[in-house]
């Protein structure tokens, strides 16, 4: 198993940014790819960017491609996804997933809100 630990939402204005982190400790030897979903009221849960976590390749949704960045740090074992250019539909909570292939972890999720 691999446990996660989300931090950095919070209330924004539009055009602003936040960066959430993502912690991971446990089986991270076993993670394949740390994966950023999000789901707002309503809605159903989206995909936004995921990235190898040995190769560091990304891949991202064309919502957000271009304003959002995702990286990680293999030494601290802890994702990020960095948010510029913020928009009122980017409000949702975000979820960091721990890729295993066989499985995946999720962590608890954090609130991103974005309004004036």
């Known amino acids: 198993q691999v446990q996660l630990v989300e931090s950095g939402g919070g209330l924004v204005q539009p055009g602003g940014s936040l960066r959430l982190s993502c912690a991971a400790s446990g089986r991270t030897f076993q993670i394949i790819h740390m994966i950023w979903f999000r789901q707002a009221p309503g809605m159903e849960r989206e995909f936004v960017a995921r990235i190898s976590w040995s190769g560091g390749s990304t891949d991202y949704a064309d919502s957000v491609k271009g304003r959002f960045t995702i990286s990680r740090d293999n030494a601290k074992n802890t994702g990020y996804l960095q948010m510029n250019s913020l928009k009122p539909e980017d409000t949702a909570i975000y979820y960091c997933?721990?890729?295993?292939?066989?499985?995946?972890?999720w962590g608890q999720g954090t609130q991103v809100t974005v309004s004036s």
């Open positions: 997933v721990a890729d295993r292939g066989s499985s995946r972890n």
